[in-house]
């Protein structure tokens, strides 16, 4: 089993609209989680880190839910400067290393 | 904002060559990484380096890589020996707390690697 998984995508969504991914780990051990956010061939860059309690800064909203090993992320409004790869990274309690997911792939068109 | 800064951002090389990827990590961060990203893949990690001795490794480092951290600024990667298959961006991060905290790691924009 994956240690994260992610669906790749991609999502295509219009500007404007409303869009949601998942991400799901295996180790419940788990201890710090965020989202990246990737441009082509560019580093990945941290997006938000997510909160047991959840959290928002403007347009994302993230939640992490322990029991079921999930973290989401979440965009309105979406705009064309939105388009990228989101990366959900976990770092499990004690190794102080992230592990990354393999990317969710948005693009906004017009 | 600080930053970690890679040098250089492109390199190419010959199979079979020794190559180093230097990085300067942000400098109160007390955790280091080597990440390496093939073309249209996942991040993958290779090592952690903490309290100037690697922390953990990850089957990709195997005897062919080395990391050194000569005088407190740089954290060098070594490439021994290089293969077709190591072509790959590679990114350097650092990390104040390890991820402990909502401050995360910051990353590097990389050296990109191209062995012909």
């Known amino acids: 089993r994956k240690e994260v998984e992610q669906d790749p995508g991609p999502f295509n969504v219009p500007e404007g609209a409303t869009v949601a991914f998942n991400c799901t780990y295996s180790n419940s051990a788990s201890q710090s989680f965020f989202w990246y956010r990737q441009d082509c061939r560019k580093e990945p860059k941290l997006l938000m880190s997510v909160y047991s309690s959840g959290n928002e800064d403007g347009r994302f909203t993230a939640q992490l839910n322990r029991a079921s090993q999930y973290i989401s992320l979440l965009i309105r409004d979406s705009k064309l400067s939105d388009s990228a790869t989101y990366l959900c990274v976990v770092m499990t309690g004690g190794s102080y290393i992230p592990t990354f997911g393999r990317g969710t792939s948005l693009i906004v068109h017009p | 904002e600080p930053e970690v800064t890679q040098t250089p951002s492109h390199q190419v090389t010959q199979m079979g060559q020794e190559v180093i990827l230097r990085c300067v990590p942000i400098?109160?961060?007390?955790?280091f990484y080597w990440y390496r990203q093939i073309l249209g893949q996942k991040v993958e990690f290779l090592v952690s380096?903490?309290?100037?001795?690697?922390?953990?490794k990850s089957e990709i480092f195997d005897d062919q890589f080395s990391v050194e951290r000569p005088d407190g600024s740089n954290f060098t990667l070594k490439i021994r020996s290089t293969k077709l298959e190591d072509s790959a961006m590679y990114f350097c991060a650092s990390s104040a707390d390890g991820g402990a905290t909502s401050y995360g790691y910051t990353f590097g924009s990389g050296t990109r690697l191209t062995v012909v």
């Open positions: 400098s109160n961060h007390l955790y």
């Open positions: 380096f903490y309290n100037n001795e690697i922390s953990e």
